[in-house]
């Protein structure tokens, strides 16, 4: 039963809106075709280097409440797109079973469809993580600004080839995103979760900040790993079933190749810096001494860093 669903769908009037809207249907729903994702996003990159420079020699904006309401939404709204697609795809596992959820193509129904354009649209409202560093005058890392780029693309191309297996790779993500910008938020100084009595080992102030960080920093490294097992095992079941049938294997897995392969590669290379960018700030005691200090004087500032260090951004 997708109790949820329904009770949301009599609040909001999807019935009256427009298929395109309901539905993705390239060329008509909003962000579906090259020229207007590439333009947005080279946009987006535009934009943030552009703030930056503008920036230079002028006072960083504090944008503490704008900032605790960004990450708040997207916590929240994780949250609950979260839950709306374990809904469905619990009600598709009941009827054809592990596999066939994962593999079959009425894994893909209109339902989750849906679901994967407002997980898309949301990757650009994500893009905002990178406009308040810029205006608040924190570095701009290479691999946060690539992360953000090229998540709005793998999320865009997945919608295009219709990945049966997509929801798995989605969902880890929002789960992720959920306890990441709730952190976000609360670094923010939305709520107080660094009660002493939560320190781990009765660690300081700073160094829970930094135990918090590098949590969510595994979270992350973990999620692209079994990220690339479910795609690396679709990819198998697929081209075996369609090109080599004498070998092992269990069926067909849908969805288009170059996809596939495009978000297999994509996320190989998250996979490799954000294993670099753990080493050189959480693997040894020098690295962990220096993003103490930074992250201790940043606390005690009330200027906990946000929005940049879970996403590869290194606090100096």
Same mark, same amino acid.
């Given at each position: 039963?997708?109790?949820?669903?329904?009770?949301?769908?009599?609040?909001?009037?999807?019935?009256?809106?427009?298929?395109?809207?309901?539905?993705?249907?390239?060329?008509?729903?909003?962000?579906?075709?090259?020229?207007?994702?590439?333009?947005?996003?080279?946009?987006?990159?535009?934009?943030?280097?552009?703030?930056?420079?503008?920036?230079?020699?002028?006072?960083?904006?504090?944008?503490?409440?704008?900032?605790?309401?960004?990450?708040?939404?997207?916590?929240?709204?994780?949250?609950?797109?979260?839950?709306?697609?374990? @809904?469905?795809?619990?009600?598709?596992?009941?009827?054809?079973? =592990?596999?066939?959820?994962?593999?079959?193509?009425?894994?893909?129904?209109?339902?989750? @469809?849906?679901?994967?354009?407002?997980?898309?649209?949301?990757?650009?409202?994500?893009?905002?993580?990178?406009?308040?560093? =810029?205006?608040?005058?924190?570095?701009?890392?290479?691999?946060?600004?690539?992360?953000?780029?090229?998540?709005?693309?793998?999320?865009?191309?997945?919608?295009?080839?219709?990945?049966?297996?997509?929801?798995?790779?989605?969902?880890?993500?929002?789960?992720?995103?959920v306890a990441m910008y709730y952190y976000y938020? =609360?670094?923010?100084?939305?709520?107080?979760?660094?009660?002493?009595?939560?320190?781990?080992?009765?660690?300081?102030?700073?160094?829970?900040i930094l135990q918090w960080k590098k949590y969510?920093?595994?979270?992350?490294?973990?999620?692209?790993?079994?990220?690339?097992?479910?795609?690396?095992?679709?990819?198998?079941?697929?081209?075996?079933?369609k090109y080599w049938p004498h070998l092992p294997?269990?069926?067909?897995?849908?969805?288009? @190749?170059?996809?596939?392969?495009?978000? =297999?590669?994509?996320?190989?290379?998250?996979?490799?810096?954000?294993?670099?960018?753990?080493?050189?700030?959480?693997?040894?005691?020098?690295?962990?001494? @220096?993003?103490?200090?930074?992250?201790?004087?940043?606390?005690?500032?009330?200027?906990?860093?946000?929005?940049?260090?879970?996403?590869?951004?290194?606090?100096?």
């Amino acid at each position: 039963m997708v109790l949820l669903a329904n009770f949301l769908l009599t609040v909001v009037p999807t019935a009256s809106m427009p298929t395109w809207l309901t539905s993705y249907v390239p060329g008509q729903t909003p962000l579906s075709t090259w020229p207007v994702v590439s333009t947005t996003i080279l946009s987006y990159l535009a934009i943030v280097f552009g703030l930056r420079e503008f920036m230079e020699g002028r006072r960083a904006f504090s944008l503490r409440t704008p900032t605790r309401i960004h990450n708040a939404l997207l916590s929240a709204g994780s949250l609950i797109l979260l839950a709306l697609m374990m @809904e469905e795809v619990a009600s598709a596992w009941g009827k054809v079973g =592990a596999y066939g959820a994962m593999c079959a193509s009425s894994a893909w129904t209109s339902r989750l @469809e849906f679901y994967y354009m407002i997980n898309y649209y949301l990757k650009y409202v994500e893009f905002m993580d990178t406009v308040i560093l =810029a205006l608040k005058k924190r570095p701009l890392s290479f691999l946060h600004v690539f992360h953000h780029a090229t998540t709005a693309l793998l999320t865009f191309i997945q919608l295009n080839g219709k990945i049966s297996g997509a929801w798995i790779v989605i969902s880890i993500n929002l789960a992720v995103h959920v306890a990441m910008y709730y952190y976000y938020f =609360a670094a923010a100084g939305g709520a107080k979760i660094w009660a002493r009595s939560s320190f781990p080992f009765g660690s300081t102030f700073p160094d829970a900040i930094l135990q918090w960080k590098k949590y969510l920093t595994t979270m992350q490294i973990v999620q692209f790993i079994i990220d690339l097992f479910v795609l690396y095992f679709g990819l198998y079941q697929h081209f075996v079933f369609k090109y080599w049938p004498h070998l092992p294997h269990i069926g067909d897995c849908v969805g288009d @190749e170059r996809s596939a392969i495009f978000g =297999a590669v994509l996320i190989g290379s998250f996979l490799v810096l954000f294993t670099n960018f753990y080493a050189q700030t959480y693997k040894g005691p020098s690295n962990e001494r @220096e993003a103490k200090n930074v992250t201790g004087k940043s606390a005690l500032s009330g200027q906990v860093p946000q929005n940049g260090v879970l996403n590869g951004e290194r606090t100096r």
